[in-house]
């Protein structure tokens, strides 16, 4: 008989459990959460005070088996997972469904997996926490009422197999209001003067100093004449200010923060950092990595104390206690650390060395002393004129917590000052100037989400939790409402002048703007279905409302509210209103019209479609003439809500006929999956700096010949005399394709070695394919 059986949710975290616990004690794993709602009548009883009705899934019945069996021989369980809600969901669900006895039931949380920790766990083990499992019961089953009756609402009213809910619509409702934002904003120019002197130093030695005027110029006129008084005036230095600043460490990370930077430092995608921090944390190696507080625990303080002074000295140590400002704390105790601050680095995978780097550093640099700066500030006056022109300097006199740490910001791009060492100035020290610059810039349009900056908003708004931001973000990029991607800038002309030989030199230039990398656009369908859920629910899609119910989930938590009631007074409402848009409401395809084609009279516009956005020339179902529309689908990057008449117009000029290839058509056109070159019934995709409106017919026989050539790779070995039988060069290395079915090699295995018997003999043993259960609709 098991004396102690201890149940975690995956089998990382259990192997490194069990290397602290005896002989006594068997660690298992559910492999997560093994109940859910069923899908059948929303899987909720809303007549009976909203029941759940919870089901066993398919896939986990055979660990369920299992744990059951080793439950009813064990003389103690321990519920050990993770300690935010649900964590606690999972121990109440494993408790139920493996009808395990309240007095045999052990429920053991940890924030850390040490050795340490899991012993004091094991002291001091406590009940499930119905509080916290009814607030992650409210959370899941009003998320399956909203998701179960908008997403029907949906497939009547926009188009099929859509899905609505109540935290991923809101997250895409940011994003479509800030891209409509950009793409009502215009911007403004303003002249910037910069000017750079010529300074000697004790020693004679020349160096230059960067100003800049303290005014920008609204037009081209107005810079042009301040140039012109420049020319014949003195610049004398009117003030020398030095003041001392200090900088000062950011807090150790909460789930939000770690996101944000391991955005901006390493790159990482919110679900990718989510993804490392789980390995790090079922290995032992950091604190539990969803929480929003930002405390540390005394030990973890003392020993951050200790590493600094052994690594940098006294002066660089300067104990901290942060306090968590973030409304609604509520998933973990500590912030996210290292287990063991003198360990600065790890083993595992780069990324995970990556993370636990940038953890480490973010911790012992909360510990450490402020940095100290001196800011020097030089007014230097014109004699002609009443402007004046800054130069900025910073010295840091003593580093701090910049030796191991600093935060980076999102508008890096946009902050960049040079600030540094300035030469030894005094008062009524005369310059030379050796260029002065007027250069056009423009106001800078409302920046683009990236995954981190809407974590960040998501968070100010209140929206969602820490176990959240991951989920929300890769759904709605999951459902197609919003994309990630790469965009080109555009190219546009601004006007410089500068100082030449005695008068002002006029110049027009050009420059890209606009890059972007890894930014969240919304998709068509994504705005689409924004404004018909704006229109017809407005309640679920009010930022407001999201966070409101976020509190709710919190007192719910604390045991101060009744589940129940908050979920039938949401409902009462909200299903009447699903009510009313099914019967009322009009169909919604974002249908808009761009004006008349000049050629044929007949009229242009955009909309969604069956297979997504498409432009339509004529009108549906015109009696007059009996003749069907023409439609043509969009390319990518174009969009229902800023494409112009003449962009549609082009779209009809596909397919475009080439010329003969090998005595046979060359035509490019775009299809559902976008733009292609199509050559003996073949289709061959453009790259994505191919155009198929302007695409060269060298260019398609290009396209044409390289996909032969990849497809001569991919076949390794033919035999005449079984058709069917290849060897081929897949993704993941070579393997047999025979009827359709294909067989991975024996390791070591040379591909081009291979005759026709061991080809057969493979097949022969190799496993069948496992099958799987249908899901009925």
């Given at each position: 008989m098991t004396e102690n059986l201890v149940i975690v949710e995956s089998p990382a975290k259990a192997k490194t459990i069990e290397k602290f616990l005896g002989k006594d004690f068997l660690v298992k794993s559910s492999f997560g959460h093994i109940r859910d709602l069923e899908k059948k009548e929303f899987g909720v009883d809303i007549e009976n005070n909203f029941k759940p009705n919870y089901i066993i899934s398919y896939d986990k019945k055979s660990v369920v088996k299992e744990l059951k069996g080793l439950a009813k021989e064990a003389k103690t369980v321990w519920l050990a997972s993770d300690e935010d809600r649900?964590?606690?969901?999972?121990?109440?669900?494993?408790?139920?469904?493996?009808?395990?006895d309240d007095n045999k039931t052990r429920r053991i949380v940890f924030h850390e997996i040490t050795k340490n920790a899991i012993l004091e766990a094991i002291q001091s083990p406590r009940s499930i926490d119905k509080n916290l499992v009814n607030a992650q019961q409210a959370r899941r089953i009003l998320d399956r009422l909203v998701g179960f009756e908008v997403s029907p609402v949906l497939w009547k009213k926009v188009k099929p197999q859509l899905s609505?809910?109540?935290?991923?619509?809101?997250?895409?409702?940011?994003?479509?209001?800030r891209e409509r934002e950009i793409t009502a904003f215009v911007p403004t120019s303003a002249f910037r003067v910069q000017a750079v002197f010529i300074v000697a130093d004790d020693k004679g030695k020349l160096t230059k100093l960067k100003a800049e005027l303290n005014k920008r110029f609204k037009t081209k006129e107005e810079a042009q004449a301040f140039l012109e008084k420049c020319i014949n005036s003195e610049f004398e230095v009117s003030d020398v200010i030095k003041k001392p600043a200090k900088r000062t460490p950011a807090?150790?990370?909460?789930?939000s923060t770690l996101q944000q930077e391991a955005s901006r430092k390493l790159g990482f995608s919110v679900s990718q950092t989510m993804s490392v921090a789980q390995r790090l944390y079922e290995s032992g190696y950091i604190t539990y990595m969803r929480t929003d507080s930002v405390n540390l625990s005394s030990l973890a303080i003392n020993t951050a104390k200790s590493k600094i002074i052994q690594l940098?000295?006294?002066?660089?140590?300067?104990?901290?206690?942060?306090?968590?400002?973030?409304?609604g704390a509520q998933e973990a105790h500590e912030a996210i650390r290292p287990t063991y601050m003198e360990n600065e680095s790890v083993s595992g995978s780069k990324q995970e060395q990556r993370l636990y780097e940038l953890i480490w550093k973010r911790s012992l640099a909360s510990q450490m002393s402020d940095a100290k700066l001196e800011k020097t500030t030089i007014n230097i006056k014109v004699s002609n004129a009443s402007e004046f022109f800054v130069a900025t300097g910073e010295v840091i006199k003593f580093d701090g917590f910049l030796k191991v740490y600093m935060e980076s910001t999102d508008d890096e791009e946009e902050n960049h000052g040079e600030a540094g060492l300035l030469p030894p100035m005094k008062k009524n020290d005369i310059l030379k100037h050796e260029t002065i610059e007027a250069v056009e810039r423009f106001s800078l349009r409302p920046p683009r989400y990236t995954e981190a900056s809407l974590v960040k908003k998501l968070e100010e708004q209140g929206i969602g939790r820490p176990s959240t931001y991951a989920p929300i973000i890769t759904t709605v990029q999951n459902r197609g409402y919003v994309v990630k991607e790469d965009r080109p800038g555009e190219e546009r002309a601004f006007t410089t002048l500068s100082i030449a030989n005695g008068t002002v030199k006029e110049e027009v230039k050009k420059e890209n703007y606009g890059t972007e990398k890894s930014k969240l656009f919304p998709t068509d369908i994504g705005s689409v279905v924004t404004d018909f859920l704006m229109k017809n629910f407005d309640m679920i899609m009010d930022y407001n409302f999201t966070a409101k119910v976020e509190e709710q989930f919190d007192t719910i938590a604390e045991g101060k509210q009744e589940w129940n009631k908050i979920l039938a007074d949401f409902y009462k409402p909200f299903h009447k209103q699903v009510e009313t848009t099914l019967e009322v409401s009009e169909k919604a395809n974002g249908e808009r019209l761009l004006g008349t084609d000049e050629k044929t009279g007949k009229p242009v516009s955009v909309k969604i479609g069956r297979y997504g956005p498409l432009a339509q020339?004529?009108?549906?179902?015109?009696?007059?003439?009996?003749?069907?529309?023409?439609?043509?689908?969009?390319?990518?990057?174009?969009?229902?809500?800023?494409?112009?008449?003449?962009?549609?117009l082009d779209l009809f000029k596909l397919p475009r006929d080439l010329g003969d290839y090998e005595e046979k058509k060359v035509t490019v056109a775009v299809g559902r999956f976008g733009p292609y070159v199509r050559h003996d019934n073949k289709f061959v995709s453009l790259d994505k700096s191919d155009d198929p409106l302007t695409v060269t017919f060298e260019r398609a026989i290009e396209l044409i010949e390289a996909k032969r050539e990849k497809d001569r790779k991919a076949v390794i070995k033919t035999f005449d005399d079984e058709p069917e039988l290849r060897v081929l060069n897949g993704r993941w290395g070579p393997y047999i394709a025979f009827k359709k079915k294909n067989y991975k090699l024996p390791k070591g295995t040379n591909a081009e070695e291979l005759d026709f018997d061991n080809c057969m003999k493979i097949i022969k043993e190799a496993p069948e394919p496992r099958k799987t259960k249908r899901k009925k609709k």
């Open positions: 649900e964590g606690e969901a999972i121990a109440w669900h494993l408790q139920e469904a493996l009808n395990i609505a809910g109540r935290v991923q619509s809101v997250a895409v409702r940011l994003i479509v209001e807090a150790p990370f909460t789930t940098f000295g006294d002066d660089y140590s300067q104990t901290r206690k942060y306090k968590t400002s973030s409304k020339l004529g009108e549906t179902g015109d009696a007059e003439t009996d003749e069907k529309p023409k439609f043509a689908s969009l390319q990518p990057g174009m969009s229902i809500e800023t494409i112009s008449l003449e962009q549609a």
